[in-house]
């Protein structure tokens, strides 16, 4: 069980008393991380803290699209690697998404070989116009999938059989691309009748808002009563010996699912 930890923490992201290196644009970078966590002295102004954590988890979250959108596998396990103090850090110790994360570690990174591997975390990444940069998520790509079979769906009226719903929802992305290349060799903008409201209005008033707020200057006893008590960094509130438990505990039941489901397979193997 100590090698599984060790593989979701450590490979190209740094464990909790250990440096690491990892790359970024080619370059390797050393990140000295202590053994024990630096004691940050509370500042009592709920605005800053609120503000300046807010922004922390912001960028991690936008990473994420940053690294979705290159379709970087590598970049994305140091991201799950991440996202497990963070989840835990927003929500508390029974994160859905923190366990996923988990799961997620656990199967690619110790349960499969190194192709398999490679191949899960390329299945989920999308890229419908074949482009650099291009990629989306997986389940996003199937929600639009499912939008498109609702609409023909929809098309059928209230007297429809399953046997027409099966033909529309087989017909469904074939129409899609026969609508979509008929208006673009027509020239017609589907979205031409949307006029967007100009944002400069509303950026000017929030900038103004800002500056007299400035949320990221301290300001001694400024109380933010919705959240109040809120920390400058959410993953510094985490305990790391519960984190510890929380991951070996869901590794456990990750590779308890994965050998039932292996046992299962080869039960019906038999019968067949």
């Not at 899960?120 to 116009?129: D, E, H, Q, S």
């Not at 984190?243 to 039941?253: C, M």
């Amino acid at each position: 069980m100590t090698n599984i930890i060790y593989c979701i923490y450590a490979g190209n992201c740094a464990t909790f008393n250990e440096e690491c290196f990892f790359l970024t644009t080619g370059d390797k970078v050393r990140i000295d991380v202590p053994p024990e966590a630096e004691s940050f002295v509370h500042i009592n102004d709920d605005v800053y803290n609120y503000s300046l954590g807010f922004l922390r988890a912001s960028m991690d979250l936008m990473l994420l699209h940053y690294v979705i959108q290159a379709g970087d596998i590598d970049k994305l396990t140091v991201l799950m690697k991440r996202f497990i103090p963070l989840f835990i850090g927003l929500t508390s110790y029974k994160s859905k998404y923190a366990i996923e994360c988990v799961n997620f570690l656990t199967k690619t990174e110790h349960i499969l070989s190194e192709f398999e591997s490679v191949r899960v975390k390329l299945g989920a990444f999308v890229n419908v116009p074949g482009k650099p940069g291009k990629n989306k998520a997986a389940d996003m790509q199937q929600e639009n999938n499912n939008k498109q079979v609702k609409n023909g769906i929809r098309c059928l009226g209230a007297s429809k059989t399953d046997k027409a719903m099966e033909w529309s929802s087989k017909a469904a992305p074939v129409i899609c691309e026969l609508v979509s290349d008929l208006e673009s060799s027509l020239d017609i903008k589907t979205n031409s009748k949307r006029n967007k409201k100009s944002s400069i209005e509303d950026m000017s008033v929030l900038f103004d808002k800002m500056r007299r707020l400035s949320p990221f200057q301290v300001q001694m006893n400024r109380a933010l009563p919705a959240f109040s008590g809120s920390s400058v960094n959410v993953i510094n509130n985490v305990d790391k010996f519960k984190l510890g438990d929380v991951i070996i505990r869901h590794t456990k039941r990750a590779l308890n699912r994965t050998v039932y489901d292996l046992n299962n397979e080869e039960e019906q193997d038999i019968e067949i």
